[in-house]
């Protein structure tokens, strides 16, 4: 059942624009990502091949009121956990691996249409472009 976050979880509003199904692709990856409101979260549903292998698991975003931060926690179907913050100022999306300031991260682009979002994920010694398009079909 997809809800709006409760009045405690007003702040990830500001992620409102990545609701719904996305195209993933890049170099070396491909695949697709939903966002829906779910219960004081915004859930992404992940299936994507890197490099040739598959990533698949789901991801919940909430609002961290002690940090004042979008926090996630990801879980994958290989039992991988991982944590990260959200950022979005403008059309400028910043995810970053672990906490703010991590050198890895993701930093994109929202086109005018908020249709597109261009851009990399990047790391010490590391890093690949990445383009998000809203799925219409």
Known sequence: MTTQPST????????????????????????????????????????LVSDGERTAGVEHIRYDAASDRLRSRYVGTDGETL??????????LTIWFGD?????????????????????????GGGYESTMTRHTG
């Not at 913050?85 to 059309?91: A, E, F, I, K, Q």
């Not at 300031?101 to 790391?123: C, H, I, L, Q």
């Open 8 to 47: 405690n979880q007003q702040p990830l509003h500001r992620l409102d624009r990545l609701v719904g199904t996305w195209d993933v692709t890049g170099p070396t990856s491909s695949g697709r990502v939903r966002y829906e409101w779910a219960d004081d979260a915004l859930v992404q549903h992940i299936d």
């Open 100 to 124: 703010v300031g991590s050198p890895a991260r993701f930093t994109g682009t929202f086109s005018p249409d908020g249709n597109r979002n261009v851009g990399r994920w990047e790391w010490p």
């Open 83 to 92: 944590d990260y913050v959200y950022d979005l100022s403008g059309d400028v």
